[in-house]
């Protein structure tokens, strides 16, 4: 391996063109991606509480700024391009910068990179109703786009992300406003005491959640070799960029707090967010989250791309990795390192086709953190060790600031390695796994080909019978039935829920798998608000929508429905035991709790003289009754029963049936077709006894189905 003899030179071959708008966008635009709609409800669920959660976020920030604050110091001490590998490479020496290197070129980029890539393509396929069999394709033009942008100039990526930068900020914008605006007291108003759920993760798990969301900020320092006057620049875009995340952050879960508690947030998951779109602008809302997810995650993907080729980039100049002559290029037009960015985009490809990247940007996260780490500590070495080289950017608040990061890494580090231990070592090991590979380029005899002995014709041969192997492979595993959407309210315990480990549960969604299994289709589930779900049925939102829903002549108007998979099911009224309250005629100037959009509330406006008060959440509903800030709820008697076995009801109550009611799945007229198949298959489930064994399995009632 080639040692860099011109250490204080500046790289010639790049060009400076990126200013602080630039610069700031490229902090914003990376860290401000899918994080900040998908990572709420992970940080919620880990911290238990919605105090510990925005203490999490402060914190979180607290450490990305300390960490920024300290890396700016290195990153005028060394502007050239590689960032936190020439700050490795310069205080700790070429091993430990040839590690870092090669944990971002195999581990860190082209996981976090395929990850992104997978989650673009979901939404995408989602907003547009494009099957999943599609991913793939949607993917590579993605990937093929950021490349092209990329591979134009510097200056045209700096471009894209001022662009999406700004634009991602509408949709980010409306849910902060309106959210704290609209949360409090009109769309869901008893969730600022939503109380807390048990949690066995420790509270540094929480942080590194956030820490998953603001990761991006060191990222800059990579391309300080192409930043106009970089030791303004630099400082001023990470502190500034950091600061305002912050905020947004904090804003953005302040807004979704008003809108859920503890309990449905958690259940919702990465939907949170289109479900609060969905209940404060309409069906609508979702789509527009649906967009500012995608651009997100769009301008995640630009920045990444830009910055962590430039570090394959600057190992191929080293000849630190297979290629090197190759990946070491500058394009001629461009100025960038176009051979670079296509390994990158290609090995994400392969890692979002292939591999499982959520779990490989878990390891991702714990190896960078242990080379953060040591970036931290670097600062204070190099005060020492490199005294003479000027600065014309110090550190602020010296010693404490590093040490703040310094605390957090361990801290953070520490939590991994207690909570997902397995993962941590996992990540150690494929970092170590880079040295066999440092040694071998570093050898004594370079003439010696590894490979020598091997024919060409045999490596040809085991090459097609791996190409081979992998398309086979790939036929048996991908999934070419006819794919349904269907739309389902993911808080409606026993019916439909997510258990602990996300996975989404119950009555319905069990019966509608089971259906979709013999009528050979695969399902994929939408999250939708309940007062809208017809509308996305309408809409071709959805197909087909199950949850309990009730048959009624004025639904029929809009939607069709299957035979019903429960027959006499029905409202139910819940009082406390020993109130007057006997059934709908005795609720004349008592307050009666309803969910929004159901049967039982308009059954209660046309049928009693009641004050209605109106719920967006089943739990806010169960706690205002707990609280005795309502008389009754009415609501589906199989639902009722549920809250009563669960517990979730403070008082002894008693139980009344005040309207009979069937439940069916509702289709569009568009799709009747795949209705009819659904009413043969209940038909024939109700004849052999399977209908009922799922009903006594989540109800073990003998109600008439």
Known sequence: MSQLSNHNSPEKELRADLGLISALSLVVGMVLGAGAFMKPPAVLAAAGDFNLALAAWAIGGLFSISGGLTLCELGVMFPRTGGIFVYLEEIYGPKVAFLYGWMISVIFGPALVGALTGYFSSVFCLLFNIPDSYNGVVGAGALGFIACVNSIGVKEAGYLQTVATFCKLIPIVLLAVFGIWKGNGQVAIFSASGGGIATAAPFSVAILATLFAYDGWAQVASVAGEIKNPSKVLPKAIIGGISFLVIVYISINIAMFNIFPVSEMVALGHDASSIAAQRMFGLMGGNLIAVGIMISILGGLNGYIMTLSRTIY???????????????????????????????????????????????????????????????????????????????????????VPLIAIGGAIYVIYGMLSYQFLNGIISIGLTLAGLPLYYYLNRSEKNVNLFSRLKTKYMVGIGALLVIGLLTLFVQVVDNREEITVGIVPQFAPFAYEDQNGKLTGFDIELINIIAEKADLKVNYRMVSLEYIFDAVNHDYADIAICSLSVTPERQKSVNFTKPYIEKGGLALLARQGTPIQGVKDLAGKVAGVPQGSTSEAFIRNNSNARIQVFQSNLDMIQAFNQGWIDVIAFDKLTLEYFISQKMIAYPVDLQVIHQEDYAIAFSNKNKAIGERMNKIIADMRKNGELEAVYQKWFNSNVNI
Do not use: E
């Open 314 to 400: 600057i190992m191929g100049k080293r000849g630190q990795i297979f290629g090197a002559s190759i990946l070491s290029k500058i394009d001629n037009d461009s100025n960038s390192p176009v051979n670079a960015i296509l390994m990158l985009v290609t090995s994400s490809y392969v890692y979002c086709r292939l591999l499982d990247a959520d779990k490989l940007s878990d390891i991702a996260m714990f190896s960078v953190w242990l080379f953060y780490l040591l970036a931290f500590i670097g600062v204070i070495i190099a005060r020492k060790t490199h005294a003479d080289v000027p600065r014309s950017y110090k550190v602020l608040c010296y010693p404490v």
